[in-house]
């Protein structure tokens, strides 16, 4: 069996994401490496579950990242998508905490979905479930 282990979002500074991530969304760091030079190895992850499902924050300043980062923000594409058991109680808790949402929950096929803005460059969808 295959699995997913990690993925990559690149952001606009690993450590101002971290806190982020963590502070804000209510991730777990896995790993936090300082590589030198003031480069970071950074991995969160969902609070107490999914061990093996890992989030790395990756510095997005480069010339292939910039370019698709900033492509997919201007056309209002998450570079991600999470998920939440409440979406309206995620929604209003991170509305409370100052996160910018670019739209509201909504109806989206076979999910609610809602997208913010994660302060490092990105657009972040969270769906929930409609069943």
């Not at 450590?15 to 030198?36: K, M, S």
């Not at 950074?42 to 609070?47: D, E, R, S, W």
Request: hydrophobic content about 40%; overall charge negative; aromatic content about 8%.
């Amino acid at each position: 069996m295959i699995k997913v282990a990690m993925t990559g979002v690149y952001v606009d500074d690993v450590a101002q994401a971290h806190a982020f991530y963590t502070g804000v969304l209510g991730f777990e760091t896995r790993t936090h490496l300082d590589l030198g030079d003031g480069t970071l190895f950074v991995t969160v992850g969902a609070q107490g579950a999914q061990p093996d499902v890992q989030l790395l924050l990756e510095p997005g300043r480069s010339p292939i990242a910039e370019p698709y980062r900033g492509a997919l923000y201007q056309a209002g594409i998450p570079c991600i998508v999470l998920s939440v058991d409440d979406i309206r109680a995620e929604y209003a808790r991170l509305s409370g905490l100052g996160v910018r949402f670019t739209h509201r929950p909504r109806e989206q096929g076979p999910v609610l979905a809602a997208v913010f803005d994660d302060t490092v460059g990105n657009l972040v969808q969270l769906v929930q479930s409609k069943e």
